[in-house]
């Protein structure tokens, strides 16, 4: 962290102020995974419909994306974050109060807007702060992977405190801290020019030139494929499956992110030693190895070891691959909501395939079709490692 010594003050509390807001952001966004099948037995949903709820949260991650970096050049950073980090309480009210799977959806949605444009912020500030460092990047990632840690506590414990709306009671404390993180990015020393003003008819698309730039994209598109199905089906698979309980199930999900966590604090500490390319490269070896392993787990033990090694595994990834297109994130301010954008694609396609292929087949064949996009990022790591790492260097 010895980048953090050189920055002054200011820069060093809007870091502090990213790295609370994405421990909320971390907290709620994976809170899904925990409350789904209770939800889904609450409202009577399908599993069908509960996938296509989980594609509404990444579509809604998506398009935000893609806003959160238009919208500042119009209206200013911090309006901009705030309007849209504000849509997350709206969601989690409509969870609370209907049943109507319309109105689910647009919930979701809502979460996922949210989400997207807190990731976009975060990540393009603590880039630029930091300037691409890949330390900030994962020390950031680890905060969001203590938030999704805590996801599924939060919800056994408030569960054991009220009973069957225990649930409801997890969201609305979710919303109070959502209110806190408001205040934060109201509070924060961000500038709030009219960019358009200043840079009419200059606007640069030529990091869509850039073979970083789509490596970048290729291979978020297939890790957010596996993440997003992995985290948000795991529970509901390891229940339908009769491999463990609710609880044992939930506190899965827990370790998963626990393990999460360990990885991305691991490449705080590699990234200094090991490049990019061997980095990337060893931990989605890893991922690969340990879901296949995980799919093959029938006792608790191996279930266990599976999923540390694959969430040690899987880490890394997400930071480590942000910071390959670091320098176009750096000039051009909208190439970042395209990544998220085009990467996060991923994120909704392969819930939604899960799904499906869960009711009509098995939950078990769905899981398994993540093995596709696996094997696909890992194939775009090797692009990285022998056909780009070089240009990044002499870049």
């Given at each position: 962290?010895?980048?953090?010594?050189?920055?002054?003050?200011?820069?060093?509390?809007?870091?502090?102020c990213c790295f609370f807001i994405f421990f909320v952001n971390g907290l709620y966004s994976m809170i899904f995974g925990s409350i789904l099948p209770?939800?889904?037995?609450?409202?009577?949903?399908?599993?069908?419909?509960?996938?296509?709820?989980?594609?509404?949260?990444?579509?809604?991650?998506?398009?935000?994306?893609?806003?959160?970096?238009?919208?500042?050049?119009?209206?200013?950073?911090?309006?901009?974050?705030?309007?849209?980090?504000?849509?997350?309480?709206?969601?989690?009210?409509?969870?609370?109060?209907?049943?109507?799977?319309?109105?689910?959806?647009?919930?979701?949605?809502?979460?996922?807007?949210?989400?997207?444009?807190?990731?976009?912020?975060?990540?393009?500030?603590?880039?630029?702060?930091?300037?691409?460092?890949?330390?900030?990047?994962?020390?950031?990632?680890?905060?969001?992977?203590?938030?999704?840690?805590?996801?599924?506590?939060?919800?056994?414990?408030?569960?054991?405190?009220?009973?069957?709306?225990?649930?409801?009671?997890?969201?609305?404390?979710?919303?109070?801290?959502?209110?806190?993180?408001?205040?934060?990015?109201?509070?924060?020393?961000?500038?709030?020019?009219?960019?358009?003003?200043?840079?009419?008819?200059?606007?640069?698309?030529?990091?869509?030139?850039?073979?970083?730039?789509?490596?970048?994209?290729?291979?978020?598109?297939?890790?957010?494929?596996?993440?997003?199905?992995?985290?948000?089906?795991?529970?509901?698979?390891?229940?339908?499956?009769?491999?463990?309980?609710?609880?044992?199930?939930?506190?899965?999900?827990?370790?998963?992110?626990?393990?999460?966590?360990?990885?991305?604090l691991m490449c705080v500490f590699m990234s200094g030693r090991l490049s990019k390319g061997i980095l990337i490269t060893v931990i989605s070896i890893?991922?690969?190895?340990?879901?296949?392993?995980?799919?093959?787990?029938?006792?608790?033990?191996?279930?266990?070891?599976?999923?540390?090694?694959?969430?040690?595994?899987?880490?890394?990834?997400?930071?480590?691959?942000?910071?390959?297109?670091?320098?176009?994130?750096?000039?051009?301010?909208?190439?970042?909501?395209?990544?998220?954008?085009?990467?996060?694609?991923?994120?909704?396609?392969?819930?939604?395939?899960?799904?499906?292929?869960?009711?009509?087949?098995?939950?078990?064949?769905?899981?398994?079709?993540?093995?596709?996009?696996?094997?696909?990022?890992?194939?775009?790591?090797?692009?990285?490692?022998?056909?780009?790492?070089?240009?990044?260097?002499?870049?």
């Amino acid at each position: 962290m010895t980048f953090y010594k050189t920055l002054d003050t200011t820069s060093r509390y809007i870091l502090f102020c990213c790295f609370f807001i994405f421990f909320v952001n971390g907290l709620y966004s994976m809170i899904f995974g925990s409350i789904l099948p209770i939800l889904s037995e609450t409202y009577q949903l399908s599993d069908t419909i509960s996938g296509v709820l989980l594609s509404a949260h990444q579509a809604g991650n998506l398009i935000a994306g893609f806003i959160a970096g238009l919208l500042p050049i119009y209206y200013g950073r911090k309006k901009s974050i705030l309007f849209l980090s504000s849509f997350v309480i709206i969601g989690f009210f409509l969870m609370i109060v209907t049943s109507q799977p319309l109105l689910l959806l647009l919930g979701f949605f809502f979460t996922g807007i949210s989400r997207g444009s807190i990731s976009n912020f975060n990540n393009k500030t603590v880039n630029d702060i930091s300037n691409s460092n890949p330390v900030a990047l994962n020390f950031l990632h680890s905060m969001f992977a203590i938030g999704a840690l805590l996801s599924p506590f939060l919800v056994l414990g408030v569960s054991s405190l009220f009973g069957s709306s225990g649930w409801k009671v997890a969201l609305i404390t979710i919303i109070i801290l959502i209110i806190i993180s408001q205040v934060m990015f109201s509070k924060m020393p961000i500038e709030e020019d009219n960019l358009v003003r200043k840079n009419r008819g200059k606007k640069d698309y030529s990091f869509f030139k850039d073979a970083l730039f789509w490596n970048t994209i290729s291979i978020i598109f297939f890790y957010l494929c596996a993440e997003s199905a992995i985290t948000g089906w795991l529970v509901t698979y390891f229940i339908s499956q009769e491999l463990l309980t609710i609880s044992q199930a939930q506190m899965i999900s827990s370790l998963l992110w626990l393990s999460i966590l360990i990885g991305r604090l691991m490449c705080v500490f590699m990234s200094g030693r090991l490049s990019k390319g061997i980095l990337i490269t060893v931990i989605s070896i890893g991922s690969s190895l340990f879901y296949l392993l995980l799919l093959n787990s029938n006792s608790l033990a191996m279930i266990v070891f599976s999923i540390l090694g694959l969430g040690i595994s899987m880490g890394g990834i997400y930071p480590t691959a942000m910071t390959i297109a670091g320098q176009s994130i750096k000039k051009h301010p909208m190439a970042l909501g395209w990544i998220l954008v085009i990467g996060g694609l991923g994120g909704i396609t392969m819930p939604m395939i899960t799904g499906y292929l869960s009711e009509k087949l098995t939950i078990f064949h769905g899981m398994a079709a993540i093995i596709i996009a696996i094997v696909l990022m890992l194939l775009s790591v090797f692009w990285y490692q022998l056909v780009n790492e070089k240009k990044e260097i002499y870049k």
